[in-house]
């Protein structure tokens, strides 16, 4: 992890530029904040000097207002220690759960979180919104399981206040842990036997078709909205039109988000 500082030219030259690109290339982009706001909490950021990872954190907090899921800032990992807290979430149903865990703490898979350090669920989702672009629940919930377990994410956001990080569970019981040279991919996750036997379960690209005769039913996992080109809708449709299908689905559970015209010819087509 960096700890060197940035100086206000950098920051300022870093800052210009994001938001250069952002004005020219996004479609709308003070759709969700006045463009004058945008440019005071700009402003805020060129009298400062931090180092790369308080700069980059600062800096997702101003393009997660803009409120495009698929506009956000990428590479912050090569500022992280590389330590883990070794406990993972995931929201399922009614709350985030624990998915995955070292093999010292298998017991805690399984239960569901009330309070994450000093802060309940609802306070957490709220400090982790600030810098995650998100446009709907489940960008939000995405962007709490991606953060959740990240030691220096949560103390710049004032989830944590110290190395530990606590998790209380709804029944009663607790679990305090510390960061981890530890890789998420090393965690141990029961769930992954469980998507591999259910194949709507298990995200699959872009989007992904199938055809279930024995049920009439058309099912369409549609994951990502920017990529999916008007033909291959096109020839999503046509598939549609030669099964005669009594339903047909679209699994929308792992979008996150974005222009839903990309779908305007198959509702049309539906309605």
Known sequence: MSTNT???????EDIT?????????????????????????????????????????????I???????????????????G????????????????????????????KKVVTIGDKNVTETEKLIATIVAHENELGLR?????????????????IIDSDELTFAFDDGSSCTVSPMEIGEEDLTEPREKCLSKNETLDRKGAYWTKEYENIKTFYLQYNECEDISHNEMEAIIKKIEE?????????????????????????????
């Open 6 to 12: 940035l100086n206000q030219k950098q920051i300022q």
């Open 17 to 61: 530029f994001v938001t250069e690109k952002i004005t020219t290339i996004h479609p709308d982009p003070f759709r969700f904040i006045p463009k004058k706001k945008f440019e005071e909490n700009r402003r805020d950021l060129f009298s400062t000097q931090l180092s790369p990872l308080p700069f980059a954190l600062k800096l997702m907090e």
């Open 63 to 81: 393009i997660a207002k803009i409120g495009d899921s698929h506009t956000r800032i990428t590479g912050i990992s090569r500022y992280l220690s």
């Open 83 to 110: 330590k883990i807290f070794p406990l993972a979430l995931k929201y399922i149903d009614d709350g985030y759960y624990i998915v995955k865990a070292d093999e010292v703490r298998l017991e805690h898979i399984g």
């Open 142 to 158: 995405q962007g709490v399981e991606l953060w959740s377990f990240e030691p220096e994410v949560l103390s710049h956001l004032g």
């Open 243 to 271: 099964m005669k299908p009594k339903r047909v689905v679209v699994d929308v559970r792992n979008n996150i988000g974005g222009s839903s015209r990309i779908l305007d010819p198959l509702t049309e087509y539906l309605h």
